[in-house]
């Protein structure tokens, strides 16, 4: 299967996304990490081999300003050389293979379904999974009338009952195979219920399947500058070669260059997007809360403080026992995204971890981390020249000071 294949990694620096060179079989970060034993090994090298005083101070000379310019390049910005990132995923899938140059356009907003893949013109069969804690469900009826749902798991997070009658699935031809209604105890609100799902994903479900992930809110967008696309488009989009869809994703407007008085000028008039999908690593890793109310009043149902150990992001991963990923990573907003069973099952392992972690408490920090990171589990790796095309893109990147939401995200 897809996800047990062997690929071949490519490793990552935080100054950019080419890995640091070798130097005749010296490694170049450990040269500027040590620059003081490295200089007199060579200062050592110099005298014993160069018998002309001349030529002995101009080797000193060099390797000065050779390890002055490895120590500025370490410590020079708020970035840390001495951070590999192995992938912008962590997934176990294979990287996705593109093309240079191959639907940028689509890939710096999220968009997957514009890349060349094998899909039939057979509509996929779709799992729906949906947290509920006690909004109606009334629209979901017609809201799956045209696609072909085999089944529909609602996990029920506050206590209240859900009926088949309740659902309005209104045309018999639309009734799933399968209707399961699980309850499980309100902790971690939509990304335990989601978490919990994949981490009990049987063996033999189909991995074709594509799962489609939604809370009981789905029908109230209130995150700015966020586009929600449609569930044909979203399951379209996951059926492709990247076996994922983000369902909430920024919004695109025209981007078109005129001139007046000879200078050119850049002015929105409403095919690409201000700011990214993707989000640079090393900036939101540092990202933390201190608290949160949501856009739907809802009273926490216990005394857990919103923070507890894991402060930040960063610390987050390591809870999840996976690095993260960099050095720019994907980051889907608002509870909604799709993916088939094959890049569900792939992070199984990481998602088991995560179930523990929301289980400490209803409204708390861990789960705006978990938000933060179903894309970067579930969407294979990107190639190394994808990540260099939209590094190269980008014009910075929101802070966490001045957008504390959506910190990190790639501005173009």
Aim: a positive charge.
């Amino acid at each position: 299967p897809p996800y047990s294949q062997q690929c071949t990694s490519t490793t990552f620096t935080t100054t950019g996304s080419v890995p640091l060179p070798k130097k005749k079989g010296r490694d170049i970060q450990a040269f500027q990490q040590e620059p003081a034993r490295m200089l007199a090994a060579h200062l050592r090298f110099a005298l014993r081999t160069h018998k002309s005083l001349v030529a002995s101070l101009f080797v000193l000379l060099f390797i000065i300003v050779t390890v002055a310019v490895g120590v500025l390049a370490t410590r020079s910005g708020d970035r840390d050389t001495d951070t590999f990132f192995k992938s912008t995923s962590a997934s176990e899938l294979c990287p996705l293979v593109l093309l240079p140059g191959d639907g940028l356009r689509g890939i710096w907003t999220g968009r997957f379904a514009t890349l060349e893949s094998n899909v039939t013109a057979a509509p996929p069969r779709v799992s729906l999974v949906i947290a509920f804690c006690d909004e109606s469900l009334k629209w979901l009826g017609a809201y799956i009338l045209d696609h072909d749902v085999v089944s529909i798991t609602i996990y029920s997070k506050c206590g209240k009952l859900v009926e088949r009658e309740t659902l309005d699935l209104r045309n018999e031809s639309t009734y799933p195979p399968a209707l399961e209604i699980i309850s499980l105890p309100n902790v971690g609100r939509v990304d335990h219920a989601f978490a919990f799902h994949v981490s009990n994903l049987k063996l033999t479900d189909d991995l074709d399947v594509v799962h489609v992930f939604m809370k009981d809110t789905h029908m109230d967008n209130h995150h700015d500058g966020l586009d929600t696309r449609s569930l044909g488009e979203t399951i379209h989009d996951a059926t492709g070669p990247a076996g994922y869809a983000c369902g909430r994703l920024p919004g695109i407007i025209v981007k078109k260059r005129v001139r007046r008085f000879g200078i050119a000028q850049k002015f929105n008039v409403g095919l690409s997007s201000a700011w990214s999908f993707w989000h640079d690593s090393h900036s939101i890793k540092q990202f933390r809360l201190s608290s949160y109310s949501s856009h739907t009043p809802r009273t926490p149902n216990d005394k857990v403080p919103f923070k507890g150990s894991v402060a930040t992001f960063e610390q987050w991963w390591h809870v999840l026992e996976t690095p993260i990923p960099g050095p720019i990573m994907p980051v889907c907003f608002g509870g909604f995204f799709a993916a088939k069973a094959a890049n569900l099952r792939a992070g199984r392992a990481v998602y088991t971890k995560m179930v523990k972690a929301l289980e400490r408490g209803d409204n708390t920090l861990e789960g705006h981390f978990a938000e933060r990171s179903h894309a970067a589990i579930l969407l294979p790796a990107i190639p190394h020249h994808m990540v260099k095309t939209i590094q190269e893109r980008a014009v910075g990147h929101w802070s966490c000071e001045d957008n504390i939401g959506y910190c990190g995200a790639l501005q173009d």
